[in-house]
Each structure stands twice: as C-alpha cells, then as structure tokens.
C-alpha cells in the first residue's frame, strides 16, 4: 500500500533548526506529529494567526503548520517570549510580531498586527484576539474560526457582551489539558521557574498557594512533594475541601499572609492580594506568578507606598527580582512583575504536557479548518479528539 500525501509528509522527522532546545522538544512530541499526520493537510493554503507563548514547543508547532503549507503570523503573550523562539520562527518563515520586553500598551497592538495581517483561522492565548473579531474588526473573506487555549482566555471569551458568530473551541475545557498540562505541566514548571528564580530550599519554605484550580492543585501538590509546608486559600468550598484532602493546611486569606515566605498567585483573577494584605507579609516574602495575566497581586499599590524600590537581578534582566521597601522597613519581593515564572525564569510547561496541549490545538484547529465546526460560539474540544488524544498518551507514555 502507498502511503498518502500527508503520511508522507508527517512520517518524515522535522529537520533540525539549529536551536538546541527546539530540538530537543521535537524529540519528544510524537502525540503532535501523529495529529498533524490526521489534521495536516487541512492547514494547506491557510493563513493562521496565533497569540501563544513563543517558547521551544509552540516553535515545533509552528513548524508543522508551515510545513503542511500554511503561512502563520504570530506574536507572544504578555512578557513571556524568548528571543531566541522568536528568531527560530523568524528562521522557518513566520512572521513574527513583538518581543519579550513589549509593555501592554506595545502587546495589544502586535495583537492588531496579527488582525490586520487578516488570517483564516486564530489560535488565541488569553482570548484578547477573539474578543477583538467580536468588535468589528475587519476578517479575511474565508475566515474560519478560533481556538482559545487557557482557562482566562476561556472565561473572557464567554463573557463577552456578544458571541462570536464563528466557532471557537476552549481548549481548556478538555478534561485532559487540565489534567496534563494546568495540574501535572504547571505544577511541575511553576516550581522549576521559582527554585531557578530564587534558588530558594523548598524543605521548610512557608508557601502560600491562592486558587486551588488544576493549576494551584499542581503547584500546591509539587511544593509539598518537595518537602515545602503548604497554605492554600480558596473562595471556593468544594476547592477548599479538595486542598484539604490533598493534605495542605486551608485557612483565609488573612490568616495565610503574616507568616507566608512564597505567594504562588494561581486564581486567573485581578486584585486578589489587595495591598492591604501586601502590608502584612513578613519581610522577605516573594510574590510569584502562575495565572495568566499579571493582575493577581496589587505590585502598583505596594510601589506606590513603598519607601524604597531596588532591582535585586543582573542589569540584564532588571525585572527578574524586584524589591519594595515598605515604611516598616520590610521588604516584599516581586518575581517577574509576577507574569508567569515557569515562562519567565524556566523552560515553559514540560515538553510532555506541550505534545498533548498542542495536539489538542492541532486537532481543533483542524477540524474548524475542515469546515466540519457546526456551530458559532464556545464550544468545548470535541469528545472524540479527547478520546484519541487520551488513548495515544497512554500509548506513548504507559
Ligand atoms: N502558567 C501557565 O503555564 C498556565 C497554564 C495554564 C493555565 N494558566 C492560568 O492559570 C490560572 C489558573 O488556572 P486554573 O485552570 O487553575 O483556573 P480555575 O479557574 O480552575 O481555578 C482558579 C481557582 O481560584 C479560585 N479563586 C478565585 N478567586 C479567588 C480569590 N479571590 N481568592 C482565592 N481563590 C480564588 C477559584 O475558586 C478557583 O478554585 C488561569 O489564569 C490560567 O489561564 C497558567
């Protein structure tokens, strides 16, 4: 039997692009390369905007839909891009729009560029590209649809005053992404991102985890396995009880903040760490991000009052350690500007956890493309690409 067209095009091994770790990554995504193999040829002659992390995994993606024949214009998320991913992509032929360094005002508008670059399909991370087409913006006459990867981008898009009138699916609704990639993925990658930043023991280290979801879970359960004495706080009484269960001590928000060394800020929600809370951290407490936008903790309100403020990171890399010296002498420690520690000071989510994630974007993105998307609006990943996907990682990884 011959193979057919994009068997042949799939069962080839991507060809090195001379940056070690996207390489490296592609070593290790088979679940992708299998989708692409069903999904591919559905992205030939298409032009995909994209709104993603730009790190080693999303370049392995990217380099799959380039070479099934479309053309793909991406830019990053808030603060989180490597330049060297940003240079592999420029390499293999995207179009590449913004840096890391890009403040909000610069991100939203490489998130027109992307727009008026005018794509057939959208992956969106955080839903700001999504939100933007259900105002009006000019598409391109065969537009398709979108995917939205995170559970933020998921919450913003459903909120919408109104709905889009093209299919979207929430790749976060997959009972398998919140398992793999926010519970298993950012537990592990959160705690990598913070011992990379610090340097800190996690034996003995007073954490304080906000928002017992799949992400909070991970990070909450990872610090504990490492021998870090855990506090979770959480609005929600099922959560709650979860994290109890799961072993960690449970209490409110004012009672976790007096003695926390490490704030892990895992909601997806703004001003969560009012700055009244901020005021009564112990001296050396660090803020460290895991959500999806820097929002979680009020780091304006602690600048704004503090009597001092000092970098304590290399001149390269200003932004890694900030202190601010409160009037009593305390000092608060913000990682990052608290964007996401496992993109900002580590390697992103483990490249397992990616394969899956981005399979689940391939198959999605391949069925909107496919035409076969009956429907306009949120809708969740389809129960038979989480089946096949489900059933191929136990494959690869049982
Ligand atoms: N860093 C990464 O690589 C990465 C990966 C996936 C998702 N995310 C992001 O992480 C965030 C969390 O994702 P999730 O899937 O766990 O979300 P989730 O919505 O399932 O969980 C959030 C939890 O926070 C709790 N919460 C809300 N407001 C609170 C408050 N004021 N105080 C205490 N708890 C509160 C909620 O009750 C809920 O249990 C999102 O922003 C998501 O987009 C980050």
Same mark, same amino acid.
């Given at each position: 039997?011959?193979?057919?067209?994009?068997?042949?095009?799939?069962?080839?091994?991507?060809?090195?692009?001379?940056?070690?770790?996207?390489?490296?990554?592609?070593?290790?995504?088979?679940?992708?390369?299998?989708?692409?193999?069903?999904?591919?040829?559905?992205?030939?002659?298409?032009?995909?905007?994209?709104?993603?992390?730009?790190?080693?995994?999303?370049?392995?993606?990217?380099?799959?839909?380039?070479?099934?024949?479309?053309?793909?214009?991406?830019?990053?998320?808030?603060?989180?891009?490597?330049?060297?991913?940003?240079?592999?992509?420029?390499?293999?032929?995207?179009?590449?729009?913004?840096?890391?360094?890009?403040?909000?005002?610069?991100?939203?508008?490489?998130?027109?560029?992307?727009?008026?670059?005018?794509?057939?399909?959208?992956?969106?991370?955080?839903?700001?590209?999504?939100?933007?087409?259900?105002?009006?913006?000019?598409?391109?006459?065969?537009?398709?649809?979108?995917?939205?990867?995170?559970?933020?981008?998921?919450?913003?898009?459903?909120?919408?005053?109104?709905?889009?009138?093209?299919?979207?699916?929430?790749?976060?609704?997959?009972?398998?992404?919140?398992?793999?990639?926010?519970?298993?993925?950012?537990?592990?990658?959160?705690?990598?991102?913070?011992?990379?930043?610090?340097?800190?023991?996690?034996?003995?280290?007073?954490?304080?985890?906000?928002?017992?979801?799949?992400?909070?879970?991970?990070?909450?359960?990872?610090?504990?396995?490492?021998?870090?004495?855990?506090?979770?706080?959480?609005?929600?009484?099922?959560?709650?009880?979860?994290?109890?269960?799961?072993?960690?001590?449970?209490?409110?928000?004012?009672?976790?903040?007096?003695?926390?060394?490490?704030?892990?800020?895992?909601?997806?929600?703004?001003?969560?760490?009012?700055?009244?809370?901020?005021?009564?951290?112990?001296?050396?407490?660090?803020?460290?991000?895991?959500?999806?936008? &820097?929002? @979680? =903790?009020?780091?304006? *309100? $602690?600048?704004?009052? /503090? !009597?001092?403020?000092? #970098?304590? %990171?290399?001149?390269?890399?200003?932004?890694?350690?900030?202190?601010?010296?409160?009037?009593?002498?305390?000092?608060?420690?913000?990682?990052?500007?608290?964007?996401?520690?496992?993109?900002?000071?580590?390697?992103?989510? &483990?490249? @397992? =956890?990616?394969?899956? *994630? $981005?399979?689940?974007? /391939? !198959?999605?993105?391949? #069925?909107? %493309?496919?035409?076969?998307?009956?429907?306009?609006?949120?809708?969740?990943?389809?129960?038979?690409?989480?089946?096949?996907?489900?059933?191929?990682?136990?494959?690869?990884?049982?």
């Amino acid at each position: 039997m011959t193979a057919s067209p994009q068997d042949e095009i799939a069962l080839v091994p991507l060809p090195p692009t001379g940056d070690p770790d996207t390489d490296w990554a592609a070593r290790s995504m088979p679940l992708l390369q299998r989708t692409m193999q069903e999904f591919g040829l559905a992205f030939a002659g298409l032009h995909i905007g994209v709104c993603l992390h730009l790190e080693p995994k999303t370049a392995v993606l990217v380099q799959w839909l380039l070479r099934y024949g479309a053309a793909v214009t991406i830019t990053g998320n808030l603060g989180t891009t490597d330049p060297r991913t940003a240079e592999v992509l420029r390499g293999l032929g995207a179009n590449v729009i913004g840096g890391r360094h890009d403040d909000a005002a610069a991100h939203s508008r490489n998130l027109d560029a992307i727009l008026d670059s005018t794509p057939d399909l959208i992956l969106d991370n955080g839903g700001e590209l999504i939100e933007r087409l259900t105002q009006g913006v000019p598409r391109s006459s065969g537009f398709l649809g979108a995917t939205e990867e995170t559970t933020t981008g998921g919450a913003r898009v459903r909120a919408l005053p109104v709905q889009p009138d093209f299919p979207v699916i929430v790749i976060n609704d997959s009972p398998l992404k919140l398992l793999v990639e926010n519970e298993y993925g950012v537990g592990q990658s959160i705690v990598q991102g913070f011992m990379n930043a610090t340097n800190r023991m996690l034996p003995a280290l007073e954490a304080v985890v906000i928002g017992f979801g799949p992400c909070g879970k991970g990070v909450a359960d990872t610090l504990r396995h490492l021998g870090s004495r855990v506090t979770v706080v959480d609005v929600d009484p099922f959560r709650s009880l979860e994290a109890i269960m799961s072993g960690h001590r449970v209490t409110s928000l004012e009672d976790a903040v007096p003695t926390a060394q490490a704030v892990f800020l895992s909601t997806g929600r703004p001003d969560v760490l009012p700055l009244d809370q901020l005021l009564r951290l112990p001296d050396g407490a660090i803020l460290v991000g895991v959500g999806h936008e &820097p929002n @979680e =903790a009020d780091v304006a *309100g $602690l600048a704004s009052v /503090a !009597a001092h403020t000092r #970098s304590l %990171a290399s001149s390269s890399d200003v932004d890694a350690r900030i202190a601010y010296q409160r009037e009593d002498g305390a000092e608060i420690v913000v990682l990052q500007g608290t964007k996401m520690i496992n993109l900002t000071a580590a390697k992103g989510n &483990p490249i @397992e =956890a990616m394969d899956l *994630g $981005l399979s689940l974007q /391939a !198959a999605s993105l391949g #069925s909107i %493309a496919r035409g076969r998307a009956a429907f306009t609006g949120a809708y969740p990943v389809p129960s038979d690409i989480n089946l096949t996907l489900a059933a191929g990682l136990v494959e690869i990884l049982g």
